[in-house]
């Protein structure tokens, strides 16, 4: 089956350490996203990706650092530098030929740092 | 810059009752729009989509959306609630020309019985 794989689905952190989250896709899809969600704030964009090799910040990429070294692959590290790290991390990717697409979502990753 | 506004957090509905949920777009030019469903801990599923031609857009789950560009609104509508439908719903607005997406804060359904 096509679709967007996280992991892992929980995540647990010590204050002051670097985390990286997966996400991977096999849907051949050129772009990919982050965001990340708060209670009563929505989705917020991190970073998002249109092509291999090129990424661009999003709203919030403050404290966070992504990679796209191969299509279907976007890493994200929550740096140590993330005020406010705790939170529900989606990642999601689109077509970008033909027809205008919609995004096709990840199950997320919950992250806790203490 | 663009926005989405979905102007309530919370929705309660009795099971069986009709529903109504509001989304208003901030952008000039002919919108992408979207509506998509979250179940709690989980990721996103698309309910139904609109980009051109016929303004009411049916989607999954027995859902359905007009796109009125007068009201610069895009609201999903479904006749009669399942308490399954209980989850929470985000509208989203993609403009072209560049790769983001803009999502209102969502709205949160719950169902009684």
């Known amino acids: 089956d096509g679709g967007i794989t996280q992991s892992p689905k929980y995540l647990f952190r010590k204050e002051g350490q670097n985390v990286t989250l997966s996400c991977e896709q096999n849907?051949?899809?050129?772009?990919m996203y982050w965001y990340r969600q708060d209670p009563g704030q929505g989705l917020r964009l991190i970073y998002y990706?249109?092509?291999?090799?090129?990424?661009q910040k999003g709203d919030i990429a403050e404290g966070y650092s992504v990679s796209r070294e191969k299509k279907e692959s976007f890493p994200l590290t929550v740096t140590s530098a993330q005020k406010n790290p705790t939170a529900f991390y989606l990642c999601?990717?689109?077509?970008?030929?033909?027809?205008?697409?919609?995004?096709?979502f990840g199950p997320g990753t919950r992250l806790t740092v203490t | 810059a663009q926005s989405v506004t979905q102007p309530d957090i919370h929705i309660t509905v009795s099971e069986g009752a009709s529903l109504e949920l509001r989304c208003n777009y901030s952008?000039?030019?002919?919108?992408?729009l979207f509506w998509y469903v979250q179940s709690p801990g989980q990721g996103l599923q698309l309910l139904l989509k609109y980009f051109s031609g016929d303004t009411l857009v049916q989607g999954i789950k027995g859902f359905e959306a007009e796109f009125k560009r007068s009201q610069s609104s895009f609201n999903l509508r479904k006749p009669s609630v399942h308490w399954s439908d209980a989850a929470e719903y985000f509208c989203a607005h993609y403009s072209g020309g560049y790769q983001k997406v803009t999502f209102g804060i969502g709205t949160k359904l719950q169902v009684i019985p």
């Open positions: 952008y000039g030019a002919t919108p992408y």
């Open positions: 990706s249109q092509i291999v090799n090129d990424f």
């Open positions: 999601a990717s689109r077509r970008t030929s033909g027809v205008i697409a919609e995004q096709y």
């Open positions: 849907l051949n899809h050129d772009a």
